[in-house]
Protein backbone atom coordinates (compact mmCIF):
# COMPACT_ATOMS: atom_id res chain seq x y z
CA UNK A 1 0.00 0.00 0.00
CA UNK A 2 2.48 2.39 0.84
CA UNK A 3 4.67 1.65 -2.73
CA UNK A 4 1.62 2.45 -4.30
CA UNK A 5 0.99 6.19 -2.86
CA UNK A 6 4.66 6.63 -3.20
CA UNK A 7 4.24 5.79 -7.02
CA UNK A 8 1.27 7.37 -6.69
CA UNK A 9 2.89 10.75 -5.74
CA UNK A 10 5.91 10.09 -8.09
CA UNK A 11 3.67 10.97 -10.81
CA UNK A 12 2.40 13.62 -9.27
CA UNK A 13 5.02 15.83 -8.73
CA UNK A 14 6.29 14.68 -12.64
CA UNK A 15 2.73 16.20 -13.86
CA UNK A 16 3.38 19.29 -11.69
CA UNK A 17 6.85 19.95 -12.08
CA UNK A 18 6.63 22.27 -14.88
CA UNK A 19 4.24 24.35 -12.96
CA UNK A 20 6.49 24.52 -10.31
CA UNK A 21 9.47 25.50 -12.79
CA UNK A 22 7.46 28.40 -14.45
CA UNK A 23 5.70 29.58 -11.26
CA UNK A 24 9.02 31.32 -10.24
CA UNK A 25 8.84 34.65 -9.95
CA UNK A 26 10.10 37.57 -11.81
CA UNK A 27 12.11 40.24 -10.26
CA UNK A 28 12.72 43.43 -11.69
CA UNK A 29 15.34 46.09 -10.82
CA UNK A 30 14.02 49.72 -12.49
CA UNK A 31 16.76 52.42 -11.86
CA UNK A 32 15.64 56.27 -12.69
CA UNK A 33 18.41 58.39 -13.50
CA UNK A 34 19.16 61.82 -11.47
CA UNK A 35 16.01 61.98 -9.78
CA UNK A 36 15.57 63.69 -6.81
CA UNK A 37 12.26 62.78 -4.36
CA UNK A 38 10.92 66.63 -4.15
CA UNK A 39 10.24 66.52 -7.54
CA UNK A 40 8.12 63.64 -7.35
CA UNK A 41 4.27 64.50 -6.85
CA UNK A 42 4.51 60.38 -5.74
CA UNK A 43 6.65 62.56 -2.90
CA UNK A 44 4.51 65.52 -2.26
CA UNK A 45 5.55 67.62 -5.23
CA UNK A 46 3.06 70.25 -6.18
CA UNK A 47 3.09 69.97 -10.10
CA UNK A 48 2.01 66.46 -11.13
CA UNK A 49 5.41 64.60 -12.29
CA UNK A 50 4.41 61.15 -11.58
CA UNK A 51 0.70 60.14 -11.77
CA UNK A 52 1.33 56.90 -12.56
CA UNK A 53 3.64 56.02 -9.59
CA UNK A 54 0.90 57.81 -7.42
CA UNK A 55 -1.81 55.53 -8.46
CA UNK A 56 0.35 52.38 -7.67
CA UNK A 57 1.38 53.89 -4.29
CA UNK A 58 -1.21 51.97 -2.39
CA UNK A 59 0.26 48.78 -3.45
CA UNK A 60 4.20 49.46 -2.54
CA UNK A 61 6.70 50.46 -0.02
CA UNK A 62 7.27 53.71 -0.72
CA UNK A 63 10.43 54.89 1.66
CA UNK A 64 10.78 58.60 2.01
CA UNK A 65 14.01 58.62 3.42
CA UNK A 66 16.30 56.42 0.97
CA UNK A 67 19.94 57.64 -0.19
CA UNK A 68 22.40 56.93 -2.69
CA UNK A 69 26.02 56.49 -1.36
CA UNK A 70 27.79 58.12 -4.23
CA UNK A 71 25.81 60.82 -6.36
CA UNK A 72 27.17 59.77 -9.83
CA UNK A 73 25.53 57.19 -12.30
CA UNK A 74 28.25 54.43 -12.52
CA UNK A 75 29.30 53.86 -9.03
CA UNK A 76 26.28 54.46 -7.85
CA UNK A 77 24.82 51.75 -9.84
CA UNK A 78 27.33 49.44 -8.46
CA UNK A 79 26.35 49.74 -4.79
CA UNK A 80 22.93 48.79 -6.04
CA UNK A 81 24.08 45.68 -7.63
CA UNK A 82 26.70 44.74 -5.42
CA UNK A 83 25.69 45.77 -2.00
CA UNK A 84 28.78 47.58 -1.38
CA UNK A 85 29.84 50.86 -0.48
CA UNK A 86 32.31 52.82 -2.63
CA UNK A 87 35.04 51.92 0.33
CA UNK A 88 35.41 48.85 -0.62
CA UNK A 89 34.60 48.31 -4.23
CA UNK A 90 36.82 51.39 -5.14
CA UNK A 91 34.25 52.45 -7.51
CA UNK A 92 34.06 56.08 -6.59
CA UNK A 93 34.12 57.73 -10.28
CA UNK A 94 31.81 57.66 -14.47
CA UNK A 95 34.67 55.46 -16.13
CA UNK A 96 36.52 53.13 -13.62
CA UNK A 97 35.56 49.29 -14.15
CA UNK A 98 33.54 47.22 -12.19
CA UNK A 99 35.65 43.76 -10.80
CA UNK A 100 33.21 42.68 -8.21
CA UNK A 101 31.50 38.46 -8.03
CA UNK A 102 29.18 39.63 -5.55
CA UNK A 103 27.33 41.05 -8.76
CA UNK A 104 23.41 40.87 -8.73
CA UNK A 105 22.76 39.15 -11.85
CA UNK A 106 25.08 36.51 -11.22
CA UNK A 107 23.25 35.63 -8.38
CA UNK A 108 20.14 35.54 -10.29
CA UNK A 109 21.98 33.39 -12.92
CA UNK A 110 22.56 30.88 -10.47
CA UNK A 111 19.39 29.90 -9.46
CA UNK A 112 18.04 29.62 -12.84
CA UNK A 113 16.56 32.90 -13.78
CA UNK A 114 17.28 34.43 -17.25
CA UNK A 115 19.18 37.51 -16.68
CA UNK A 116 18.92 40.42 -19.09
CA UNK A 117 20.05 44.39 -19.00
CA UNK A 118 19.02 47.12 -20.64
CA UNK A 119 20.76 50.59 -20.10
CA UNK A 120 19.67 54.25 -21.48
CA UNK A 121 23.21 56.02 -20.94
CA UNK A 122 26.14 54.97 -22.40
CA UNK A 123 28.15 55.18 -19.24
CA UNK A 124 26.10 52.39 -17.97
CA UNK A 125 27.62 50.37 -21.35
CA UNK A 126 28.71 47.24 -21.06
CA UNK A 127 32.94 48.51 -21.42
CA UNK A 128 32.92 49.47 -17.71
CA UNK A 129 31.96 45.46 -17.23
CA UNK A 130 27.98 45.95 -15.88
CA UNK A 131 27.30 43.09 -18.54
CA UNK A 132 28.48 40.52 -16.35
CA UNK A 133 26.23 38.07 -15.45
CA UNK A 134 23.59 38.99 -17.78
CA UNK A 135 22.49 36.36 -20.72
CA UNK A 136 21.26 39.33 -22.73
CA UNK A 137 22.23 42.91 -22.48
CA UNK A 138 21.13 46.27 -24.37
CA UNK A 139 23.44 49.00 -23.93
CA UNK A 140 23.40 52.31 -26.09
CA UNK A 141 25.25 50.99 -29.08
CA UNK A 142 28.19 53.40 -30.96
CA UNK A 143 27.00 54.31 -34.52
CA UNK A 144 29.54 54.99 -37.25
CA UNK A 145 32.31 55.48 -34.48
CA UNK A 146 30.25 58.05 -32.62
CA UNK A 147 29.21 58.12 -29.21
CA UNK A 148 25.44 58.01 -28.38
CA UNK A 149 25.09 59.00 -25.50
CA UNK A 150 21.48 58.32 -24.53
CA UNK A 151 18.63 57.30 -25.49
CA UNK A 152 15.43 57.87 -24.76
CA UNK A 153 13.05 55.37 -22.34
CA UNK A 154 10.62 54.97 -25.07
CA UNK A 155 13.53 52.90 -27.33
CA UNK A 156 14.75 51.27 -24.14
CA UNK A 157 11.17 50.20 -23.29
CA UNK A 158 10.81 48.66 -26.90
CA UNK A 159 14.23 46.78 -26.41
CA UNK A 160 12.59 45.54 -23.22
CA UNK A 161 9.01 44.25 -24.81
CA UNK A 162 11.05 42.75 -27.53
CA UNK A 163 13.06 40.56 -25.10
CA UNK A 164 9.58 39.32 -22.97
CA UNK A 165 7.73 38.34 -26.55
CA UNK A 166 10.78 36.21 -26.86
CA UNK A 167 11.84 34.63 -23.39
CA UNK A 168 8.52 33.11 -21.24
CA UNK A 169 10.93 32.04 -18.84
CA UNK A 170 11.57 33.14 -15.32
CA UNK A 171 13.30 36.27 -15.75
CA UNK A 172 15.28 39.13 -13.89
CA UNK A 173 15.80 42.11 -15.86
CA UNK A 174 17.58 45.12 -14.95
CA UNK A 175 16.13 48.60 -16.25
CA UNK A 176 17.34 51.59 -16.80
CA UNK A 177 15.74 54.82 -17.27
CA UNK A 178 18.01 58.19 -18.04
CA UNK A 179 15.74 60.82 -18.91
CA UNK A 180 16.10 64.01 -16.16
CA UNK A 181 20.02 64.04 -16.57
CA UNK A 182 20.95 66.99 -18.28
CA UNK A 183 20.22 68.15 -21.10
CA UNK A 184 16.47 68.75 -19.86
CA UNK A 185 15.11 68.06 -23.06
CA UNK A 186 11.85 66.57 -22.97
CA UNK A 187 9.65 65.35 -25.89
CA UNK A 188 6.56 66.84 -26.72
CA UNK A 189 3.92 67.18 -24.80
CA UNK A 190 5.78 67.30 -22.13
CA UNK A 191 7.91 70.26 -23.24
CA UNK A 192 4.93 72.65 -23.20
CA UNK A 193 3.30 70.93 -19.82
CA UNK A 194 5.93 72.34 -17.22
CA UNK A 195 7.88 75.39 -16.59
CA UNK A 196 11.33 73.51 -15.63
CA UNK A 197 11.79 71.00 -18.12
CA UNK A 198 13.36 69.04 -15.70
CA UNK A 199 10.07 68.03 -14.29
CA UNK A 200 9.17 67.47 -17.93
CA UNK A 201 11.42 64.50 -18.27
CA UNK A 202 10.48 63.05 -15.02
CA UNK A 203 6.82 63.28 -16.85
CA UNK A 204 7.90 61.45 -19.95
CA UNK A 205 9.57 58.94 -17.84
CA UNK A 206 6.70 57.94 -15.15
CA UNK A 207 4.60 57.57 -19.11
CA UNK A 208 7.36 54.78 -19.91
CA UNK A 209 6.84 53.61 -16.42
CA UNK A 210 3.74 52.80 -16.95
CA UNK A 211 3.88 51.11 -20.27
CA UNK A 212 6.61 48.94 -18.80
CA UNK A 213 4.24 47.89 -16.23
CA UNK A 214 1.49 46.97 -18.31
CA UNK A 215 3.67 44.69 -20.22
CA UNK A 216 5.49 42.98 -17.11
CA UNK A 217 3.92 39.83 -15.71
CA UNK A 218 1.68 39.96 -13.21
CA UNK A 219 3.55 37.89 -10.40
CA UNK A 220 6.64 40.45 -10.59
CA UNK A 221 8.43 41.65 -7.75
CA UNK A 222 9.45 45.27 -8.55
CA UNK A 223 11.95 47.47 -7.04
CA UNK A 224 12.35 51.06 -8.33
CA UNK A 225 15.03 53.16 -7.18
CA UNK A 226 17.41 56.56 -8.08
CA UNK A 227 20.55 56.46 -8.32
CA UNK A 228 21.33 59.71 -7.44
CA UNK A 229 19.67 62.96 -7.50
CA UNK A 230 20.10 66.97 -9.06
CA UNK A 231 21.28 70.40 -7.41
CA UNK A 232 19.41 72.28 -10.41
CA UNK A 233 21.58 75.06 -9.01
CA UNK A 234 21.18 75.14 -5.42
CA UNK A 235 24.44 75.78 -3.27
CA UNK A 236 26.04 76.86 -6.49
CA UNK A 237 25.79 73.32 -8.08
CA UNK A 238 24.09 72.98 -10.96
CA UNK A 239 23.88 69.20 -11.80
CA UNK A 240 25.17 66.20 -9.37
CA UNK A 241 28.90 64.76 -8.14
CA UNK A 242 30.65 67.68 -5.76
CA UNK A 243 28.01 68.20 -3.13
CA UNK A 244 26.30 65.91 -0.68
CA UNK A 245 23.46 68.25 0.38
CA UNK A 246 19.86 66.40 0.50
CA UNK A 247 18.56 67.25 -3.34
CA UNK A 248 21.96 65.24 -4.27
CA UNK A 249 21.72 62.16 -2.72
CA UNK A 250 18.08 62.28 -1.64
CA UNK A 251 16.29 59.42 -3.90
CA UNK A 252 13.24 57.64 -4.47
CA UNK A 253 13.04 54.30 -3.57
CA UNK A 254 10.17 52.26 -3.82
CA UNK A 255 8.52 48.08 -3.54
CA UNK A 256 6.23 46.55 -5.41
CA UNK A 257 5.62 42.53 -4.47
CA UNK A 258 2.72 40.39 -4.35
CA UNK A 259 1.00 39.76 -0.97
CA UNK A 260 2.46 42.91 0.83
CA UNK A 261 0.29 45.91 1.48
CA UNK A 262 1.19 49.19 0.33
CA UNK A 263 3.03 51.56 3.19
CA UNK A 264 5.18 54.87 3.51
CA UNK A 265 8.14 54.10 5.52
CA UNK A 266 9.98 57.07 7.34
CA UNK A 267 13.28 54.95 8.42
CA UNK A 268 16.91 56.15 7.19
CA UNK A 269 17.80 53.37 4.40
CA UNK A 270 20.34 53.32 1.89
CA UNK A 271 20.47 51.52 -1.62
CA UNK A 272 23.18 49.13 -0.26
CA UNK A 273 20.14 47.37 1.17
CA UNK A 274 18.56 46.83 -2.22
CA UNK A 275 21.49 43.93 -3.36
CA UNK A 276 20.36 42.02 -0.18
CA UNK A 277 16.75 42.47 -0.22
CA UNK A 278 16.65 40.52 -3.29
CA UNK A 279 18.99 38.24 -2.11
CA UNK A 280 16.20 37.52 0.95
CA UNK A 281 13.79 36.16 -1.45
CA UNK A 282 15.55 33.01 -1.42
CA UNK A 283 17.87 33.33 1.67
CA UNK A 284 15.70 34.59 4.42
CA UNK A 285 18.48 35.50 7.11
CA UNK A 286 19.58 38.19 4.55
CA UNK A 287 19.14 41.89 5.76
CA UNK A 288 16.25 43.13 3.37
CA UNK A 289 14.20 46.34 3.24
CA UNK A 290 10.82 44.09 3.76
CA UNK A 291 11.83 44.41 7.11
CA UNK A 292 12.30 47.58 9.35
CA UNK A 293 15.60 46.79 10.84
CA UNK A 294 17.84 48.59 12.82
CA UNK A 295 18.81 51.69 11.20
CA UNK A 296 22.43 51.35 10.32
CA UNK A 297 24.90 54.75 9.88
CA UNK A 298 24.67 55.98 5.43
CA UNK A 299 27.96 56.91 4.46
CA UNK A 300 27.84 58.92 1.35
CA UNK A 301 31.04 60.12 -0.27
CA UNK A 302 32.56 61.95 -3.16
CA UNK A 303 35.68 62.10 -4.94
CA UNK A 304 34.44 63.76 -8.57
CA UNK A 305 35.22 67.45 -6.99
CA UNK A 306 38.88 66.13 -5.85
CA UNK A 307 39.81 63.92 -9.03
CA UNK A 308 38.29 66.30 -11.76
CA UNK A 309 38.54 70.01 -10.43
CA UNK A 310 40.46 69.94 -7.49
CA UNK A 311 38.10 70.51 -4.48
CA UNK A 312 38.01 69.17 -1.07
CA UNK A 313 36.30 65.61 -1.00
CA UNK A 314 33.06 65.23 0.82
CA UNK A 315 31.86 62.73 2.55
CA UNK A 316 28.47 62.50 4.56
CA UNK A 317 27.32 60.66 7.04
CA UNK A 318 22.93 60.16 8.65
CA UNK A 319 22.58 58.49 11.88
CA UNK A 320 19.78 59.03 13.88
CA UNK A 321 18.12 61.96 12.09
CA UNK A 322 21.94 63.77 11.97
CA UNK A 323 23.80 64.79 9.01
CA UNK A 324 27.51 65.19 9.53
CA UNK A 325 29.03 66.75 6.14
CA UNK A 326 32.98 66.77 5.78
CA UNK A 327 34.45 68.52 3.03
CA UNK A 328 38.17 66.97 3.54
CA UNK A 329 38.08 67.36 7.16
CA UNK A 330 38.62 71.08 6.91
CA UNK A 331 35.37 71.97 7.10
CA UNK A 332 32.17 70.76 8.47
CA UNK A 333 28.07 71.32 8.22
CA UNK A 334 25.80 69.68 11.05
CA UNK A 335 22.25 69.24 10.68
CA UNK A 336 19.29 67.76 12.05
CA UNK A 337 17.38 66.47 9.41
CA UNK A 338 14.02 65.00 10.58
CA UNK A 339 13.74 69.59 11.95
CA UNK A 340 15.47 70.79 9.30
CA UNK A 341 15.22 68.64 6.50
CA UNK A 342 15.95 71.52 3.60
CA UNK A 343 19.35 72.15 5.57
CA UNK A 344 18.94 75.58 6.58
CA UNK A 345 20.68 75.25 9.74
CA UNK A 346 24.42 73.94 10.52
CA UNK A 347 24.38 73.55 13.92
CA UNK A 348 27.85 72.16 14.04
CA UNK A 349 29.83 72.27 17.03
CA UNK A 350 33.54 70.84 17.51
CA UNK A 351 32.41 69.25 20.82
CA UNK A 352 28.86 67.95 20.29
CA UNK A 353 29.28 64.38 20.86
CA UNK A 354 26.98 64.21 18.22
CA UNK A 355 29.44 65.42 15.74
CA UNK A 356 32.34 63.16 17.16
CA UNK A 357 30.15 59.78 16.68
CA UNK A 358 29.43 61.18 13.32
CA UNK A 359 33.15 61.48 12.32
CA UNK A 360 34.27 58.21 14.21
CA UNK A 361 32.53 56.51 11.65
CA UNK A 362 33.87 58.42 8.84
CA UNK A 363 37.82 57.44 10.16
CA UNK A 364 36.92 54.07 10.10
CA UNK A 365 36.45 54.27 6.27
CA UNK A 366 38.90 56.67 4.50
CA UNK A 367 38.95 58.31 1.25
CA UNK A 368 41.87 56.27 -0.65
CA UNK A 369 44.74 58.65 -2.09
CA UNK A 370 44.35 57.38 -5.67
CA UNK A 371 41.61 55.21 -7.30
CA UNK A 372 42.11 53.00 -10.35
CA UNK A 373 41.37 54.44 -13.65
CA UNK A 374 42.92 53.62 -16.63
CA UNK A 375 40.82 55.46 -19.49
CA UNK A 376 40.92 53.87 -22.81
CA UNK A 377 39.90 56.84 -25.90
CA UNK A 378 36.85 55.50 -26.23
CA UNK A 379 35.74 55.59 -22.94
CA UNK A 380 37.20 58.89 -22.67
CA UNK A 381 34.90 60.17 -25.47
CA UNK A 382 31.64 58.27 -23.70
CA UNK A 383 32.55 60.50 -20.41
CA UNK A 384 33.27 63.68 -21.86
CA UNK A 385 30.25 63.40 -24.70
CA UNK A 386 27.90 63.41 -21.21
CA UNK A 387 29.73 66.27 -20.17
CA UNK A 388 31.84 64.47 -17.33
CA UNK A 389 34.78 65.89 -16.46
CA UNK A 390 38.00 63.44 -16.92
CA UNK A 391 40.12 62.56 -14.25
CA UNK A 392 43.21 64.98 -13.77
CA UNK A 393 45.75 65.46 -10.96
CA UNK A 394 45.79 68.77 -9.10
CA UNK A 395 48.52 69.57 -6.38
CA UNK A 396 46.39 72.43 -3.99
CA UNK A 397 42.84 71.24 -3.58
CA UNK A 398 40.44 74.25 -2.60
CA UNK A 399 36.79 74.10 -0.64
CA UNK A 400 34.07 72.42 -3.18
CA UNK A 401 31.63 75.51 -2.44
CA UNK A 402 33.73 78.10 -3.01
CA UNK A 403 35.34 76.65 -6.23
CA UNK A 404 31.53 75.33 -7.67
CA UNK A 405 31.05 79.41 -7.64
CA UNK A 406 34.28 80.48 -9.06
CA UNK A 407 33.52 77.85 -11.50
CA UNK A 408 30.36 80.06 -12.62
CA UNK A 409 32.52 82.86 -12.96
CA UNK A 410 35.24 80.97 -14.82
CA UNK A 411 32.72 79.81 -17.08
CA UNK A 412 31.49 83.40 -18.34
CA UNK A 413 35.27 84.19 -18.34
CA UNK A 414 35.50 81.56 -21.30
CA UNK A 415 32.11 82.87 -22.76
CA UNK A 416 34.04 85.99 -23.12
CA UNK A 417 37.52 84.61 -24.37
CA UNK A 418 35.62 82.85 -26.68
CA UNK A 419 34.30 86.39 -27.84
CA UNK A 420 37.92 87.97 -28.30
CA UNK A 421 36.93 90.05 -24.83
CA UNK A 422 40.22 89.62 -23.90
CA UNK A 423 40.27 92.51 -21.42
CA UNK A 424 36.93 91.51 -19.45
CA UNK A 425 38.00 87.95 -19.15
CA UNK A 426 41.25 88.87 -17.49
CA UNK A 427 39.25 91.12 -15.23
CA UNK A 428 37.51 87.92 -13.84
CA UNK A 429 39.95 85.79 -13.92
CA UNK A 430 42.14 88.45 -11.67
CA UNK A 431 39.43 88.65 -9.98
CA UNK A 432 39.17 84.34 -9.23
CA UNK A 433 42.44 84.49 -8.95
CA UNK A 434 42.92 86.95 -6.01
CA UNK A 435 39.97 84.66 -4.30
CA UNK A 436 41.30 81.61 -4.99
CA UNK A 437 45.31 81.54 -6.11
CA UNK A 438 45.20 77.39 -6.70
CA UNK A 439 42.20 77.55 -9.13
CA UNK A 440 44.82 76.18 -11.83
CA UNK A 441 42.00 76.59 -14.85
CA UNK A 442 42.08 80.39 -14.90
CA UNK A 443 45.64 80.13 -14.40
CA UNK A 444 45.46 78.29 -18.09
CA UNK A 445 42.81 80.31 -19.97
CA UNK A 446 44.91 83.71 -17.69
CA UNK A 447 48.19 82.14 -20.04
CA UNK A 448 45.90 81.81 -23.34
CA UNK A 449 45.31 85.07 -23.04
CA UNK A 450 48.15 86.39 -22.93
CA UNK A 451 49.10 84.50 -25.59
CA UNK A 452 46.13 85.81 -28.05
CA UNK A 453 46.46 89.28 -27.08
CA UNK A 454 50.20 89.09 -28.02
CA UNK A 455 51.71 89.81 -24.61
CA UNK A 456 54.61 86.51 -25.39
CA UNK A 457 56.09 87.22 -22.30
CA UNK A 458 53.65 87.18 -19.98
CA UNK A 459 52.28 84.30 -21.79
CA UNK A 460 55.28 82.09 -20.89
CA UNK A 461 55.06 82.82 -17.26
CA UNK A 462 52.12 82.36 -16.56
CA UNK A 463 51.92 78.80 -18.02
CA UNK A 464 55.61 78.45 -16.82
CA UNK A 465 54.02 79.42 -13.21
CA UNK A 466 51.45 76.58 -14.00
CA UNK A 467 54.24 73.88 -14.44
CA UNK A 468 55.76 74.74 -11.28
CA UNK A 469 52.73 74.33 -9.33
CA UNK A 470 52.89 70.46 -10.43
CA UNK A 471 56.38 70.49 -8.45
CA UNK A 472 56.85 68.33 -5.23
CA UNK A 473 57.89 71.85 -4.24
CA UNK A 474 55.89 74.12 -3.47
CA UNK A 475 56.68 77.95 -5.90
CA UNK A 476 57.76 79.47 -2.18
CA UNK A 477 59.62 76.78 -0.90
CA UNK A 478 61.45 76.25 -4.09
CA UNK A 479 62.45 79.93 -4.50
CA UNK A 480 63.73 80.28 -0.78
CA UNK A 481 66.05 77.19 -1.48
CA UNK A 482 67.73 79.03 -4.93
CA UNK A 483 68.30 81.99 -2.38
CA UNK A 484 70.29 80.07 0.01
CA UNK A 485 71.65 78.44 -2.83
CA UNK A 486 72.95 82.61 -3.81
CA UNK A 487 70.79 82.03 -6.73
CA UNK A 488 68.62 84.67 -6.14
CA UNK A 489 67.69 85.52 -9.64
CA UNK A 490 66.65 82.08 -10.05
CA UNK A 491 64.46 83.08 -6.80
CA UNK A 492 62.98 85.76 -8.80
CA UNK A 493 61.97 84.59 -11.76
CA UNK A 494 60.31 81.61 -9.73
CA UNK A 495 58.14 84.04 -7.19
CA UNK A 496 57.63 86.66 -10.20
CA UNK A 497 55.58 83.79 -12.79
CA UNK A 498 53.86 82.32 -9.00
CA UNK A 499 53.10 85.68 -8.20
CA UNK A 500 51.61 86.76 -11.90
CA UNK A 501 49.31 83.85 -11.16
CA UNK A 502 49.00 84.05 -7.36
CA UNK A 503 48.78 87.47 -6.44
CA UNK A 504 48.32 86.46 -2.95
CA UNK A 505 49.86 88.47 -0.09
CA UNK A 506 51.90 85.96 0.74
CA UNK A 507 53.89 85.14 -3.05
CA UNK A 508 53.97 89.32 -3.27
CA UNK A 509 55.45 89.26 0.20
CA UNK A 510 58.42 87.10 -0.85
CA UNK A 511 58.69 89.13 -3.97
CA UNK A 512 59.15 91.90 -2.31
CA UNK A 513 61.97 90.13 0.06
CA UNK A 514 63.90 89.19 -2.73
CA UNK A 515 63.97 92.46 -4.91
CA UNK A 516 64.85 94.34 -1.68
CA UNK A 517 67.93 91.79 -1.27
CA UNK A 518 68.90 92.53 -5.16
CA UNK A 519 68.50 96.19 -5.13
CA UNK A 520 65.61 96.01 -7.75
CA UNK A 521 64.08 98.56 -6.02
CA UNK A 522 61.97 100.27 -9.18
CA UNK A 523 60.30 96.60 -9.21
CA UNK A 524 59.58 96.56 -5.83
CA UNK A 525 58.27 100.10 -6.08
CA UNK A 526 56.28 98.68 -9.41
CA UNK A 527 55.06 95.66 -7.16
CA UNK A 528 53.82 98.06 -4.48
CA UNK A 529 51.53 99.90 -6.89
CA UNK A 530 50.32 96.44 -8.66
CA UNK A 531 49.36 95.65 -4.99
CA UNK A 532 47.29 98.86 -4.24
CA UNK A 533 45.79 98.82 -7.66
CA UNK A 534 44.45 95.24 -7.20
CA UNK A 535 43.77 95.91 -3.40
CA UNK A 536 46.11 93.02 -2.12
CA UNK A 537 47.20 94.27 1.48
CA UNK A 538 50.49 92.50 1.98
CA UNK A 539 52.51 93.15 4.99
CA UNK A 540 55.86 91.98 2.85
CA UNK A 541 55.85 94.05 0.46
CA UNK A 542 54.86 97.25 2.73
CA UNK A 543 57.82 96.64 5.01
CA UNK A 544 60.28 95.82 2.36
CA UNK A 545 59.63 98.91 0.51
CA UNK A 546 60.02 100.51 4.34
CA UNK A 547 63.06 99.06 4.72
CA UNK A 548 64.42 101.23 0.95
CA UNK A 549 62.58 103.86 2.15
CA UNK A 550 64.93 103.78 5.16
CA UNK A 551 67.98 103.86 2.68
CA UNK A 552 66.45 106.63 1.09
CA UNK A 553 66.14 108.44 4.41
CA UNK A 554 62.78 108.77 3.82
CA UNK A 555 62.20 108.27 7.75
CA UNK A 556 58.35 109.64 7.45
CA UNK A 557 57.40 107.77 4.32
CA UNK A 558 59.17 104.46 5.44
CA UNK A 559 57.09 104.95 9.27
CA UNK A 560 53.68 105.25 7.18
CA UNK A 561 54.76 102.11 5.42
CA UNK A 562 55.42 100.51 8.54
CA UNK A 563 52.31 101.33 10.80
CA UNK A 564 50.04 100.28 8.38
CA UNK A 565 51.56 96.49 8.01
CA UNK A 566 51.31 96.71 11.46
CA UNK A 567 47.48 97.36 11.18
CA UNK A 568 46.93 94.49 9.03
CA UNK A 569 48.98 92.34 11.41
CA UNK A 570 50.39 93.80 14.61
CA UNK A 571 52.70 90.71 15.13
CA UNK A 572 54.50 91.04 11.65
CA UNK A 573 58.10 90.56 12.18
CA UNK A 574 59.16 92.72 9.53
CA UNK A 575 57.15 95.87 10.78
CA UNK A 576 57.91 95.69 14.05
CA UNK A 577 61.89 95.60 13.66
CA UNK A 578 61.16 99.00 10.70
CA UNK A 579 58.87 100.47 13.42
CA UNK A 580 62.05 99.90 15.89
CA UNK A 581 64.19 101.47 13.42
CA UNK A 582 62.19 104.49 13.13
CA UNK A 583 61.79 105.76 16.32
CA UNK A 584 65.87 104.98 16.87
CA UNK A 585 66.31 107.40 13.49
CA UNK A 586 63.81 109.81 15.45
CA UNK A 587 65.87 109.63 18.70
CA UNK A 588 62.50 108.24 20.90
CA UNK A 589 65.08 105.52 22.29
CA UNK A 590 62.94 103.52 25.11
CA UNK A 591 60.02 103.20 22.53
CA UNK A 592 62.93 101.67 20.18
CA UNK A 593 64.47 99.46 21.93
CA UNK A 594 60.30 98.30 23.19
CA UNK A 595 59.75 97.52 19.41
CA UNK A 596 63.26 96.00 18.70
CA UNK A 597 63.16 93.32 21.87
CA UNK A 598 59.60 92.76 20.40
CA UNK A 599 61.24 91.51 17.20
CA UNK A 600 63.95 89.38 18.47
CA UNK A 601 62.08 87.29 20.68
CA UNK A 602 60.31 86.44 17.44
CA UNK A 603 63.53 86.13 15.64
CA UNK A 604 66.91 85.23 17.37
CA UNK A 605 68.39 84.79 14.48
CA UNK A 606 68.60 87.76 12.98
CA UNK A 607 71.86 89.77 13.32
CA UNK A 608 70.15 93.12 12.23
CA UNK A 609 68.00 92.87 15.71
CA UNK A 610 70.91 92.98 18.03
CA UNK A 611 72.91 95.07 15.99
CA UNK A 612 70.29 97.69 16.49
CA UNK A 613 69.44 97.03 19.94
CA UNK A 614 73.17 97.49 20.78
CA UNK A 615 72.74 100.76 19.01
CA UNK A 616 69.92 102.11 21.27
CA UNK A 617 71.63 101.07 24.15
CA UNK A 618 74.43 102.69 23.32
CA UNK A 619 72.72 105.51 23.13
CA UNK A 620 71.06 104.91 26.40
CA UNK A 621 74.84 104.96 27.54
CA UNK A 622 73.98 101.37 28.68
CA UNK A 623 77.51 100.15 26.97
CA UNK A 624 78.47 96.79 29.19
CA UNK A 625 75.03 95.82 27.68
CA UNK A 626 75.54 97.50 24.21
CA UNK A 627 78.72 95.31 23.93
CA UNK A 628 77.15 92.16 24.09
CA UNK A 629 74.30 92.70 21.90
CA UNK A 630 77.09 94.09 19.29
CA UNK A 631 78.67 90.66 20.16
CA UNK A 632 75.74 88.77 19.52
CA UNK A 633 75.25 90.50 16.35
CA UNK A 634 78.42 89.33 15.05
CA UNK A 635 78.02 85.44 16.04
CA UNK A 636 75.19 85.52 13.94
CA UNK A 637 76.25 87.36 10.89
CA UNK A 638 77.31 86.19 7.89
CA UNK A 639 77.93 89.41 5.42
CA UNK A 640 81.72 90.29 6.05
CA UNK A 641 80.94 94.17 4.96
CA UNK A 642 78.20 93.98 8.11
CA UNK A 643 80.70 92.42 10.45
CA UNK A 644 83.18 94.93 10.03
CA UNK A 645 80.31 97.70 11.19
CA UNK A 646 79.72 95.34 14.12
CA UNK A 647 83.48 94.90 14.85
CA UNK A 648 83.85 99.43 14.51
CA UNK A 649 80.95 99.80 17.25
CA UNK A 650 82.21 97.60 19.54
CA UNK A 651 86.07 99.08 19.10
CA UNK A 652 84.30 102.68 19.43
CA UNK A 653 82.34 101.51 23.01
Not at 32 to 59: A, C, Q, W
Not at 269 to 275: E, F, P, T
Not at 454 to 482: C, H, T, V
Request: aromatic share 14%.
Amino acid sequence: MFNIKLRNNFFLLILLFPIFLFSKENYLLLTLDTVRTDHFSLYGYEKNTTPFLNSIKDKAIIFKNAYSLVPLTFPSHITILTGKRPFETGIFLNGQKLEEENYLPKFFKKKGYKTAGFVSSAILNSMFGTSEGFDFFNDVAPERGEVIKERSCKATNEEVFKFLKENSVPFFLWVHYFEPHSPYTPPPPYNKEFENPYDGEIRAMDDCIKDLFEKIPKDTTIIIAGDHGEMLGEHNEDEHGVLLYEPAIKVPLIILKKGIKGKIRNDYVSLKDIYPTFLSFFEKDKKSLLKEEKEEPILSATLYGRETSGFYPAYSTIYNGYKLINYGNRDYLLFNLKEDPFEKNNIFSQEDPMVRELKKMQDLNPFPDTLKIALRDEEKKVLTSLGYSLPKKTEKLIHPEIGLLLQKDFKVAEKLFNEKKYKEAEKILSSILQREPNFIDAKKLLGKIYLRSGQMDRAMDAFSAISFSGREENPRDLARKRYNEGKIQEAIKIMEEEVLLNPNPENTGDLAFYYYKSKKYDKLQKLYENMKNNNIKSTGVLSYLGFYFLEEDKIKGAEELFDEALKINPKCPESIKGKGIVLYLSSNYEDALKYIENYIGINLRDWEGYYYKGLILKKLKRFEEAKNFFEKSKENCKEEESIKIIEGEIKNL
